[in-house]
């Protein structure tokens, strides 16, 4: 049976753990607020985005599309919408940069291999990995995955477009020039402060909105100064650099629900604990106090 001084030192360890887990709490619920705010207020400009796609693809001639290009690529955005017998998959993970909650993480590598196992032909040899977050990169990584690109550290601070521009710039590029037949995004999508959803998506090649189909027998209702294949043009590269920046902001504002969460749930496991400690160092006071008094008393019998 462990000593007063031992049930002590460990009473006061998890103590100082639990004010570290309830302080952790207060600050992902501070940073909740605002990664919160700016994912929901994303999805109404994506959703714009893609009524626009909808209309403008009515009328578009896809020549112009066939003859646009990206700036600084040579490679025609048409190719975005070419559809193609699925051999190699790149698939874009977006994790966290650090640990602390739950099993955020590890749904979302369940899902991405979960799309690895069912991309058959394709496997590990033809799979390649573009991460956004340490947390994934380093997983797939250390099981031998080719990692086509990365960004760490994004979340530590407000997620800069310029870093969701990069990583479906490199998504595109991939794509456009034949190097994978499909690029799949897996991450968390944020539904509320206890729930979030996990979600896979394909996000190339794009699929024109539906609305698109029904657009084509309906009479004009626009005057396009600019042609709409160029258009089409600015909005497809729009439109995935869009849906990335989307998942991070989601990501984010899902990873600091996550964390408050674990944290609470730790801070709550640490009150129980010391309670527990606490009735067990008072039997083994008592028990010390009792074993006291039949020496005393047996002591004392003796004397007499």
Do not use: C
């Amino acid at each position: 049976m462990p000593n007063l001084l031992d049930i002590r030192r460990r009473i006061r360890s998890v103590r100082n753990t639990q004010q570290i887990t309830q302080a952790m709490k207060m600050v992902s619920a501070a940073k909740l607020r605002r990664a919160q705010e700016q994912a929901l207020a994303s999805r109404p400009y994506a959703r714009e985005l893609a009524k626009l796609m909808a209309g403008l693809a009515a009328y578009m001639d896809p020549q112009d599309l066939a003859d646009a290009k990206l700036e600084g690529e040579n490679w025609p955005l048409s190719e975005l919408l070419a559809r193609r017998e699925v051999q190699r998959r790149l698939i874009l993970v977006v994790t966290t940069d650090s640990g602390l909650v739950g099993a955020f993480n590890a749904n979302v590598i369940k899902a991405a291999l979960a799309q690895i196992v069912t991309a058959a032909p394709a496997g590990l040899d033809r799979t390649r990995i573009a991460a956004a977050g340490r947390k994934g990169r380093d997983y797939f990584k250390r099981h031998g995955f080719t990692i086509a690109a990365e960004k760490i550290g994004i979340f530590a601070r407000t997620i800069d477009f310029q870093v969701a521009r990069e990583l479906a710039r490199a998504a595109m590029r991939a794509y456009a020039t034949h190097e994978v037949d499909e690029v799949v995004l897996v991450g968390n999508e944020f539904k509320s402060v206890l729930q979030q959803r996990l979600v896979s998506r394909r996000l190339l090649p794009i699929e024109l909105p539906e609305a698109a189909a029904t657009a084509a027998g309906a009479s004009r209702d626009y005057i396009f100064e600019t042609p709409p294949g160029q258009l089409m043009a600015q909005l497809l590269p729009r439109a995935i650099d869009t849906e990335v920046y989307r998942a991070l902001l989601e990501s984010l504002a899902s990873e600091h629900a996550a964390r408050m969460n674990a944290m609470e749930a730790a801070t709550s496991n640490a009150g129980d604990l010391i309670d527990s400690l606490t009735l067990n160092m008072n039997r083994v006071r008592q028990a010390a106090i009792t074993k006291e008094i039949i020496e005393v008393v047996g002591g004392a019998a003796a004397l007499e």
